[in-house]
């Protein structure tokens, strides 16, 4: 067995821990087998355009950044974002809390295609059989507003939407816990147009990801990591076993991993949790949670090849969602133009571990 620690030409990369925020962590790739050694080469080859410089103008990196509301998109677009994703009421995992409607939906729609810029739409539940019709009828016409690409986190959605919506551009949520290139593969298989893969792979990971796929690449670069992989949470479920809702027509897609909280996220991990000692309270914790922020790193990530960076985040206020991505888009447009600055990692308060996604 062969461990292999990446590097960069400043040196070894380290943990570095500062006000909650995890700005880098080091890099072992461990090649095992007859395989290794080739398996390493094909690694470093995709890698070896590191430090080659900020790229050709035929490929544009975007900047994604989160809508929880209309005036957190609206922040968004002003303060340089090139699209940003939204949650429709029922459709995403987050319930009803920051999600639009579909009149605010279509007005953000608008809004994008006033600046040239676009819209996706959060679409990460799994419906059940009998959803699943009318999810695409209504899918159809909000694709026809103008709406750009769908955030999917349910196989046969993804498959029924590549077959009925062939123009509407569809996107493998973080959920589906895409790690490496044959999972990358996979999803590119079943017609996926772009994978989101979360921000604690390293810059080699996302290179050889690139260098055998031909989806675009969404790196979450900004985000909470939890103690469960996003979207494969059953605690709402387990805590809660409220029935679906039986209103015909249904008021809201209550298809979800989580049916018994109708697709609804309770934040049962963010709640204090109580230590007993012979039914005697000796503690009282919460379970880990932290901000991840690559942005110090964002160079190299651009260099191995990612095509969006998404920020995380629908539950921000406007003020907040307007400060990080102008950030990022700081930092993009000065690497855009050759400049090799040193960037800080963005930073959010520590509520937002609380406030979570």
Same mark, same amino acid.
């Given at each position: ?32 087998? !007859? ?130 919506? !062939? ?191």
């Amino acid at each position: 067995m062969t461990a292999v620690t990446g590097a960069s030409d400043a040196g070894h990369r380290t943990l570095i821990r500062a006000g909650g925020i995890i700005c880098s962590r080091p890099a072992v790739y461990v090649c095992c087998g !007859p395989g290794a050694i080739s398996g390493l080469a094909t690694t470093l080859t995709a890698y070896s355009h590191v430090a080659a410089g900020p790229p050709s103008a035929e490929r544009r990196t975007t900047l994604l950044a989160p809508g929880g509301s209309v005036e957190a998109a609206a922040s968004a677009f002003e303060a340089g974002a090139d699209a940003v994703y939204i949650g429709l009421k029922g459709w995403s995992r987050g319930g009803a809390r920051n999600e639009l409607d579909r009149g605010q939906l279509q007005e953000c729609i608008e809004r994008a295609q006033g600046l040239g810029k676009k819209v996706q739409l959060a679409l990460n539940i799994i419906p059940g059989t009998p959803e699943r019709k009318r999810l695409l009828h209504e899918l159809g016409e909000v694709a026809a507003w103008g709406l750009h690409a769908v955030i999917v986190n349910d196989l046969g959605v993804l498959r029924d939407i590549r077959r009925n919506l !062939p123009e509407l551009a569809i996107t493998v949520s973080i959920g589906c816990g895409a790690l490496n290139a044959d999972d990358v593969l996979f999803y590119q298989d079943l017609g996926a147009s772009a994978v989101v893969l979360p921000g604690y792979l390293e810059p080699l990971e996302v290179a050889a990801i690139k260098g055998r796929s031909s989806v675009a690449i969404e790196l979450m670069l900004h985000m909470v990591e939890e103690f469960a992989q996003l979207g494969k949470c059953w605690m709402p479920s387990y805590y809660h076993f409220a029935a679906a809702e039986r209103i015909q027509p249904p008021p809201r897609l209550d298809g979800s991993v989580k049916r018994g909280g109708v697709g609804t996220c309770f934040r049962i991990c963010q709640q204090p949790w109580k230590l007993l000692r012979d039914g005697v309270e000796v503690d009282n914790r919460v379970l880990p949670s932290r901000q991840i922020s690559r942005l110090a790193e964002l160079g190299e990530f651009l260099e191995a090849g990612i095509d969006v960076i998404k920020i995380q985040g629908r539950s921000l206020s406007p003020e907040m969602v307007g400060t990080l991505t102008g950030r990022y888009r700081s930092a993009l447009d000065a690497w855009n133009r050759g400049s090799r600055l040193d960037w800080d990692a963005a930073s959010l308060p520590p509520m937002w571990t609380v406030q979570g996604r």
